[in-house]
C-alpha cells in the first residue's frame, strides 16, 4: 500500500467512526443513585503517614506535586467491609498506585523493597502474597493500569499490557523542573517495553476506557516564556497511537488529574482544583466517555476541604478520600451521593495517616485489545490536516480563509534528568527548591510546508519526537500556535479536520489538495535541524544593519542597540532592550516572545501595524531600517527568533539535551 492510499484508508476510516460517533452520541446510559446502606465493599487502600507531610512555608506555599505520595512509609491495606484494615504491604518500604486485575485475584502496584531502590511494578494477591517484581532498573515507575492485549495479527495470540509512567527516558520536565514521566507499556512479566508518550513534560496516572484506550494526566506546556501551563486529562491507543484530548485541554482550572472510569456507568471522574494542598485534591467533576468535551459536570464543591481519588462502587455509588483544610486533618474514605455529590457515611479513617486510593476489590469485563499495524524500526510518521481554518477556538473568526499559507513545525529538545523521585521531592519541600523554571527547553526549526488553499497540509516527519505547530501568513509570522506537543509512533498516519476542531462534527465530504500529493519531507538528521536565537542569528543582523542605520547607536535618541559585538554583557544588554519594557512609555514593548506579528519590532521592519490591537504602541511606526531595508531572509529570521520564543542561546539549550535513548 502507498502513502496516498494508507492516507486515503485513514481519512475513509476516520470519516466512518466520525458517522457511527454522530449517531450514538445522543444516547444517554442512566444510572440510579444508590440508595443501598448496606455493607460497604471491600477495598483496596493506600496510607501515606501523615508525618510525611512537610510543613508550610512562608504562609502561602501551595503544595502540588503529583509525586507527593511516594514517601518511604507509604503501604496498601486491605479494608473489609466492617473497615478492619490488613496491611499487604508490610516487607516493603513503601508501596502505592494499586491496581486490582479484571478477574480480581491480584493487585498491581508500584513499591521499593529499601529506601534505596528506585520505585517499580510489582504484582501480587489479593491478600498481599506471592509478591513478584515485574519492572527493574534505576528508573522509577509508578501508576500501573491494567490494560488490553496488543498483538500483530501473525501473533498467536494477544498480549495483555499494563501500562505505567516512567522516568526510563531520562527527560526533565520543561515547565516546573525535576524527572519527566512518560507512559510505557510492557507485557505482565515485563520482559517487553514499548514508550507510548513525547510529551516534554509528565505523563501520569492511566487508566482504561472499556474500548481499551487510555485516558491519563498530562502537563500541557502554556507558551514559550510562562510557567502558566496546567494538567489535562489526554488519551491514546495502547501502541501510543491516536494521541487525542480526552477533556480540559488548556481550561481552567489548571489542575485534573486521578481519573477513574467506572465500570458501572457511563463516567469518568476527576479532581480538578485550581490550587491542591499536598497528596493533591480538590472537587470531583466527571465527563460522559461518550462526549467526554462536551458533557462536563461539577459534582462537588466546598471551600473548606479536599476531595481526593474517586471511585465507582458496584450498583453505581461513588466513594472518595475527603479531609478539611485544617492542619492536622487526614484524609478518610466516604461513600458519596453520586447525583449530589453529599457526603452520606465515612467509610474508613485512621488517625495518622492519609487513606487515599480506594479501589473495590470486585471483577469487570476485560477492555478491548488493538491489533498493532506499526512497522517496528520505523523512523518517521505522517501528520496531515484536512482544513485548517475548521476551529471551535474563541479566535478562530480572527483568520479568514486564505490567510494560512504555511505551517511551521518545530521539535521540542528535551533537557536531561536523573533525578530520583525522592530526592526531587526533597528538593521541591525540605530543601526549599523552586518548582518554577520558566526558561522553557530548546526548540529546533524541522521546517516549514505549504499550506494549501483549502486549508489542508500533509507532512512527514520524525518519529516519536516532540512537536508543535504553527500556522504562519504570507509573510512567516505565526498566526496561530499549537499550545501542547505532540508525536507520531513509526509508520502512523495521523489526521486532523481541522485546529481544535469540534471532534463531534463530521468534514466535509470532499477530498482536500493536499492529501492527494505525497507528503512534504521534513525529515532533516537532528544535526542539520536549526535553531534561531538572539545570540547567534539575531545579534549580529542587528550589528550591521541596525547600528549603523543613524538611529540606534550610542549618540543616538532610539533605543540603544549598539554593543552585540563587544562580547556577552553588551550582546545581553541589548537582548533585555528588546524585551524589557520600553523607558518612559508604560506597558510598552518591542518584543512579544511567541507572538511575532504581535510585536512592535516587527511592525517596524516592514513600515506598517500588523497586530490584531493587543499590543500597545504609542509611536508611530515608520520603516526601519530607514533607507536599506533588511532582505527577506534577516526578516524571516528575526520573525522565527521571536514566533519561537526569543530565546537568547538555543544553541547551547540544544547541545545540552537529553542523550538519545
Known amino acids: 500500500m502507498n502513502d496516498v492510499t494508507r492516507v486515503l484508508h485513514e481519512v475513509r476510516a476516520r470519516l466512518f467512526r466520525t458517522a457511527i460517533f454522530a449517531c450514538v452520541a445522543g444516547a444517554v446510559v442512566t444510572v440510579s ?50 473497615g478492619e484494615a490488613t496491611v499487604l504491604t508490610a516487607d516493603l518500604v513503601a508501596a502505592c498506585d494499586p491496581e486490582i486485575s479484571f478477574d480480581a485475584t491480584a493487585i498491581i502496584f508500584a513499591g521499593k523493597r529499601t529506601a534505596d531502590d528506585s520505585w517499580q511494578i510489582w504484582r501480587m494477591d489479593r491478600d498481599g502474597s506471592n509478591k513478584v517484581q515485574i519492572t527493574s532498573g534505576a528508573a522509577d515507575n509508578i501508576t500501573p493500569a491494567v490494560a488490553g492485549g496488543r498483538f500483530y495479527l501473525d501473533d498467536p495470540q494477544p498480549t495483555p499490557q499494563i501500562v505505567f509512567a516512567s522516568t526510563a527516558h531520562g527527560w526533565a520536565n520543561e515547565e516546573g523542573g525535576g524527572p519527566a514521566f512518560a507512559l510505557y507499556g510492557t507485557d505482565q512479566s515485563g520482559e517487553t517495553l514499548h514508550r507510548l508518550t513525547f510529551n516534554l513534560n509528565s505523563d501520569l496516572a492511566p487508566d482504561v476506557l472499556p474500548t481499551g484506550r487510555i485516558v491519563f494526566t498530562s502537563w500541557q506546556h502554556s507558551d514559550h ?16 497511537t491516536d494521541l487525542m484530548p480526552f477533556y480540559g485541554n488548556h481550561q481552567t482550572p489548571r489542575f485534573k488529574w486521578m481519573a477513574h472510569v467506572s465500570d458501572h456507568d457511563e463516567r469518568v471522574y476527576f479532581i480538578e482544583a485550581d490550587q491542591p494542598a499536598w497528596l493533591g485534591g480538590g472537587d470531583i467533576a466527571y465527563v460522559s466517555r461518550r462526549r467526554p468535551l462536551n458533557s462536563y459536570q461539577k459534582l462537588s464543591q466546598t471551600a473548606d476541604g479536599y476531595y481526593h481519588s474517586p471511585v465507582a462502587l458496584p450498583g453505581g455509588g461513588l466513594a472518595a478520600s475527603y479531609r478539611t483544610a485544617t492542619p492536622d486533618a487526614v484524609f478518610g474514605i466516604y461513600e458519596l451521593d453520586r447525583e449530589s455529590g453529599q457526603r452520606q457515611r465515612l467509610i474508613f479513617e485512621e488517625s495518622g495517616w492519609h487513606s487515599i486510593d480506594a479501589q473495590v476489590i470486585v471483577s469487570r469485563p476485560p477492555v478491548k ?101 504553527q500556522l504562519l501568513d504570507e509573510n512567516y509570522m505565526s498566526l496561530r500556535t499549537q499550545l501542547a506537543w505532540t ?115 516587527i511592525w517596524l521592519l516592514f513600515g506598517r501595524n500588523m497586530g490584531s490591537g493587543q499590543t500597545r ?22 520573525i522565527e527568533w521571536i514566533d519561537l520564543g526569543a530565546l537568547w542561546d538555543a544553541r547551547a539549550a540544544v547541545e545540552n539535551q537529553a542523550p538519545e535513548r
Open 225 to 240: 516564556r510562562a510557567s502558566s501551563g496546567g494538567y489535562a486529562l489526554m488519551e491514546i491507543n495502547i501502541d501510543g
Open 33 to 82: 443513585s444508590s440508595t443501598d446502606q448496606s455493607t460497604p465493599p471491600d477495598l483496596i487502600v493506600v496510607q501515606v503517614p501523615a508525618s510525611a507531610e512537610p510543613p508550610e512555608r512562608d504562609g502561602d506555599f501551595i503544595y502540588s506535586s503529583p509525586l507527593d505520595r511516594y514517601v518511604d512509609g507509604a503501604r496498601i491495606v486491605s479494608v473489609n467491609g466492617a
Open 487 to 601: 508525536w507520531v509512533i513509526g509508520n502512523e498516519n495521523r489526521g486532523c479536520i481541522g485546529c481544535h476542531e469540534d471532534r463531534e462534527l463530521s468534514p466535509p465530504n470532499k477530498m482536500t489538495q493536499a492529501i492527494v500529493k505525497p507528503p512534504v519531507e521534513l525529515t532533516l538528521p537532528p544535526q542539520r535541524r536549526r535553531t534561531v536565537d538572539f545570540r547567534h542569528q539575531v545579534a549580529p543582523i542587528i550589528e550591521s544593519r541596525c547600528t549603523t542605520s543613524g538611529c540606534h547607536g550610542a549618540d543616538q535618541a532610539g533605543p540603544q542597540l549598539a554593543g552585540t559585538a563587544d562580547g556577552l554583557d553588551e550582546a545581553n544588554r541589548v537582548y533585555r532592550t528588546l524585551l524589557s519594557g520600553i523607558e518612559g512609555r508604560n506597558g510598552e514593548r518591542l518584543v512579544v516572545p511567541g507572538k511575532a506579528k504581535e510585536s512592535p519590532l
Open 369 to 469: 485489545g488493538r491489533s498493532n499495524w506499526l512497522i517496528p524500526g520505523t523512523t518517521t510518521g505522517v501528520f496531515y490536516a484536512l482544513d485548517t481554518y475548521r476551529t471551535n477556538l474563541d479566535d478562530g473568526n480572527s483568520v479568514e480563509p486564505g490567510d494560512i499559507k504555511h505551517v511551521r513545525v518545530i521539535e521540542g529538545v528535551p533537557r536531561h534528568s536523573s533525578e530520583a523521585i525522592s530526592e526531587y521531592v526533597q528538593r521541591l519541600y525540605w530543601d526549599h527548591g523552586s518548582t518554577v523554571d520558566s526558561s522553557g527547553g530548546a526548540r529546533r526549526l524541522l521546517g516549514i510546508a505549504p499550506v494549501a488553499p483549502d486549508g489542508s497540509f500533509h507532512i512527514r516527519v520524525p518519529a516519536e519526537t516532540p512537536v508543535t505547530f
Open 617 to 638: 504602541y504609542s509611536r508611530d511606526v515608520t520603516q526601519m531600517p530607514p533607507h536599506d531595508m533588511l532582505r527577506p531572509r534577516e526578516r524571516i529570521l528575526l
